[in-house]
């Protein structure tokens, strides 16, 4: 019986990305996947002829440019274009916009506050600062600060220095900054709450918590250390959808000599004498391998897959208190026709970009309070985008694809599962919401598909359907992720790894997870990685 | 200050800014006109001509006859109160109580760490009205370092047009234009004269260590005031000139510019690229006497500690290829600096430079200073090592700047 050098559990972009690396390394690979279509959340399904979507994630900001490069994937077809601005459209008819050009954005804030037009300078300022910080660590595996291994203490010492080499108000910021709440941060420079809903966006979105809760700012960063070809903070639109991430990653996987094996699900993890030997596939068949790297996420890798018994208990206990609640539904749309927003000018480039209509702060911790009650919004937070705007593979001419990311969705609805009658009710909210500021909008619907936790969970594997495979707050950021001691990809089962968007530097279509965990591999292997380039650098 | 809410109607008035992304100034139907080069940038938003006709005659025109260049994208506040002295005094370096109604002085502000926030000249129009001009913008910090005090803030960059006016002739383009009582202003004076049915703001301000004035006037006045000028001027040698011959004089006066010369505080993400007033050549300004101001305590206590780490200063170099962004060294070896602006000054004829250094070289150690020039030649960098002597700015000086009664030529 053939044994593979590697199985990769899960076919989501951070397992293909760690697949690719591995093969490229001269390993023997193969990836299972459950489903019987590739790309995990990075994923473009086409549910009703004629219309692809961006099933799950719908933009492209923080993929890193080294792992496109690395793995060709350009050559097998990865164009991100970035897009043109987007809006706040506001209960009075009016609408806050970001647009691209800076003086032109520093005049639509004036339209609001002259002052927080003003304030907008030393805001990015500050959010660079942070970013700039962070960025260099996300190529790099997080130190384990309880190792004395020569490794662990020089990148505790590189991370020292870092930090040590900020003025003492550097670092007082830093902490406050890492710690607060993007509400409170936003009230140090904006006075006007459309604008600081517009900002606080990011700070929430796939997050269980609220705009006012602790932690948040951090995550709004997280949004903010992307790119588009070198211009930082931008988002774009991968020509395609998502999907296009995961189907170059899976053509330079089968290049370099990959194997890939679709609908083949994984119950356990075979593990014996404390050594992951391979996977055992639903239906009972073995496939060995001689290491297995998991791209689901921890809970699900090792409340699921691996048994009880093979697992230490502290490590288990965390494991199962690691936070991954479920806090965001998805809500695709096939539209006829290009929908009509009257509060936009005509041919606005925000219809190019991302929509919404939460025109407060107050508004999205309301939102938030419906989720803590175990209740979706009954006003929720939407991210629309309809990526057709600008790419003319997902539609044909004149016909459009809106991808609705909603906010809150809980896991359980009043404290019980989600059943079909409270799926529909959940898209009648958004579609209502949508309706409100587009008049005849409901008309040009040709097809929804509807994603709660559910299916989220049941579909792609998400546990509770959280995004980031597990929320992106400092008690879970870099070695203490996803639980304190294994933040280095390894496992307390020899040869079983984990590659996930659980892992540093955490979750978004950003693949260095899968990246990072590659190298840890090939360390342990002693192979080369002369295939992986470093961090771009951050001068 | 109460914060300012606008009403939907307003802010609907103003969406329709979007369609057009570079909004031209005042004397936009002027300039374009006169634009034969076609030649335009970006300045703070704005559309604004780097030449017009001839971007090395046009400086000639500022040296020689007299030169008309649009400020209007230069950022103004108004700052107007009871208490409006005495907040310009806890804002800026200088000891405002000295500077009387109908004066301006070049000032400069800094953050509570004393780094600089910006340059800029401050007009006393009145006992309680100021307008402050610069080159980034500020409100945030203007609005809270109002605080407790009575005082109005407002942003007027779009309503106030301005012009400067600079060279030999231009004070007598501005008496042929009947402006009478010009004659009077001496350098840093303002006056208010009629134009229209309205008046125009006049002082004896400029950029370009010449005799100079500048003038403000209501927007809706603009190009009336233009006009005038030019038909004034048209026997004085009046010439409209881009940036690239303005800045030719400003380097050759020895004037820095923000965020080109130095990284303002609010804009410098790097920690390190912040600056003192010392550390830019604007420490002559720091008034100790006058009071508390923003910056003040750490200023202070960086002199004491010698904890100054740059300098600002003017640069001769050797042979006439100009130096612009060369690194600096000393003894040819170690680098202690970087050129931020350079030419070859027509008037002087010398190679002139502002660079700022790594202290002590260009403090106490200014001797064995070199510029590395890379000049490209047909598609070769020609490496060039020249030796740099520290010289007092201003590069140029002329006696026509300060001399009253002005020069009528």
Not at chain 1, 221 to 229: A, C, K, N, S
Not at chain 2, 66 to 94: H, Q, W
Not at chain 2, 385 to 395: D, G, I, N, S
């Amino acid at each position: 019986m053939k044994t593979y050098d590697a199985i990769i559990i899960g076919a989501g972009h951070n397992g293909l990305v760690n697949a690719c690396y591995l093969q490229r390394a001269g390993l023997d690979v193969l990836v299972v996947e459950k489903n019987d279509w590739i790309g995990g959340a990075a994923v473009s399904r086409e549910l009703t002829p004629g219309f692809l979507y961006s099933n799950c994630s719908y933009v492209c900001s923080l993929f890193r440019p080294e792992i496109m490069r690395d793995l060709e994937l350009p050559k097998h077809g990865l164009q991100v274009i970035a897009y043109e601005g987007g809006a706040v459209l506001t209960q009075d008819g009016d609408y806050l916009a970001s647009y691209r050009d800076h003086d032109a954005h520093r005049r639509e804030y004036a339209r609001w506050s002259p002052r927080d037009a003003e304030a907008y300078e030393r805001y990015a300022r500050d959010v660079t600062r942070q970013c700039r910080f962070i960025q260099p660590l996300l190529m790099r595996t997080a130190p384990d600060p309880t190792s004395f291994r020569p490794r662990d203490v020089s990148e505790l010492v590189y991370l020292g220095r870092k930090f040590a080499g900020l003025s003492a108000q550097e670092m007082a910021e830093m902490l406050r900054f890492w710690t607060m709440s993007i509400s409170d941060f936003l009230d140090e420079y904006f006075e006007t709450d459309v604008i600081k809903a517009y900002l606080a966006l990011s700070g929430i979105i796939g997050t269980a918590l609220g705009p006012m809760s602790p932690g948040t700012a951090y995550v709004l960063l997280h949004h903010y250390m992307g790119e588009v070809d070198g211009s930082v903070g931008a988002w774009g639109y991968a020509r395609g959808g998502m999907g296009a991430v995961t189907r170059a990653l899976a053509d330079s996987f089968r290049a370099s000599g990959g194997t890939i094996r679709t609908e083949a699900e994984v119950e356990r993890v075979l593990v014996k004498g404390g050594e992951a030997k391979g996977v055992v596939l639903a239906g009972g068949e073995e496939v060995l391998g001689r290491l297995v790297v998991s791209n689901a996420d921890v809970k699900r890798t090792f409340l699921k897959l691996v048994e009880e018994k093979e697992l230490p208990d502290p490590f288990l206990r965390r494991v199962r208190n690691f936070k991954i609640r479920g806090s965001s539904g998805k809500v695709n749309i096939a539209l006829d026709s290009m929908p009509e927003f009257p509060a936009l000018p005509k041919d606005s480039p925000c219809l190019r970009g991302d929509l919404h209509f939460t025109d407060s702060v107050e508004r999205m911790e309301r939102a938030y309070d419906d989720w803590k009650a175990e209740r979706w919004s009954a006003d929720p937070f939407l991210d629309m985008v309809m990526p057709t705007t600008l790419d003319p593979t997902m539609a044909a001419p004149g016909k459009h694809f809106m991808s609705c990311f909603v906010q809150y969705c809980p896991p359980k609805v009043d404290g019980r599962d989600w059943t079909d009658a409270d799926r529909d009710a959940f898209a009648e909210t958004v579609i209502s919401q949508i309706a409100d500021y587009s008049p005849g909008f409901r008309d040009r619907i040709v097809h929804m598909e509807v994603r709660t936790p559910r299916e989220l969970e049941a579909e792609v594997g998400l546990t509770e359907g959280n995004i980031f495979q597990g929320e992106l707050t400092f008690d879970q950021l870099l070695f203490n992720r996803p639980v304190p001691g294994y933040a280095q990809y390894r496992s307390p089962v020899n040869g079983l790894y984990m590659c996930g968007s659980s892992t540093h530097p955490g979750g978004g279509v950003m693949g260095a997870p899968g990246r990072n965990a590659a190298a840890e591999i090939l360390r342990d292997l002693k192979k080369p990685t002369k295939h992986m380039s470093e961090a771009h650098d951050v001068i | 200050m109460a914060k300012a809410t606008k009403s939907t109607s307003a802010r609907r008035d103003a969406q329709a800014h979007i369609e057009m992304l570079r909004l031209e100034t005042p004397f936009h139907p002027r300039l374009e006109a006169l634009s034969q080069q076609n030649d335009w940038y970006t300045w703070a938003g704005y559309k604004a001509p780097l030449s017009l006709w001839d971007e090395e005659l046009e400086y000639f025109a500022i040296r020689s006859q007299a030169a008309l260049f649009d400020i209007s994208p230069m950022v103004k506040y108004r700052i107007e109160g009871p208490d409006a002295e005495a907040f310009c005094n806890r804002l800026t370096l200088r000891d405002v109580a000295k500077l009387k109604p109908g004066r301006v002085h070049y000032t400069a502000w800094c953050d509570e760490n004393g780094h600089v926030l910006d340059d800029g000249t401050l007009f006393r129009l009145s006992a309680d009205r100021f307008r402050l001009c610069c080159q980034e913008r500020h409100l945030p910090w203007l609005m809270d370092s109002a605080i407790g005090f009575d005082v109005e803030v407002e942003e007027e960059t779009e309503t106030i047009a301005g012009l400067a006016l600079q060279g030999p002739t231009s004070f007598a383009v501005l008496r042929a234009a009947g402006l009478d009582g010009v004659e009077r202003l001496k350098p840093f004076d303002l006056a208010t004269f009629p134009h229209k049915r309205g008046t125009v703001t006049i002082s004896r301000t400029g950029f370009t260590g010449d005799l100079g004035y500048e003038l403000f006037v209501d927007a809706r006045q603009a190009l009336s005031l233009w006009d005038r000028l030019m038909e004034a001027g048209r026997v004085h040698g009046i010439r409209a000139i881009g940036y690239t011959a303005l800045n030719r004089a400003r380097i050759e006066a020895g004037f820095i510019v923000a965020n080109a010369d130095f990284v303002t505080a609010e804009h410098a993400v790097r920690a390190d690229r912040v600056r003192m007033p010392d550390e830019i050549g604007l420490g002559w300004m720091v008034d100790r006497e006058k009071g508390h101001f923003n910056g003040r305590r750490a200023i202070l206590k960086a002199r004491e500690k010698g904890a100054l780490r740059h300098v600002l200063v003017g640069l001769e170099v050797e042979g006439n290829v100009p130096a612009e962004h060369a690194i600096v060294y000393h003894k040819g070896k170690r680098e202690v600096g970087l050129v931020s602006a350079a030419i070859w000054s027509p008037t002087a004829k010398r190679n002139i430079a502002i660079a700022s250094l790594d202290r002590p070289y260009g403090d106490t150690v200014t001797d064995d200073l070199w510029v590395e020039i890379y000049a490209m030649r047909e598609l070769r960098y020609v490496k060039l090592m020249k030796r740099a002597r520290v010289v007092e700015r201003p590069f140029v000086k002329l006696a026509r700047r300060s001399a009253t009664p002005p020069g009528d030529f």
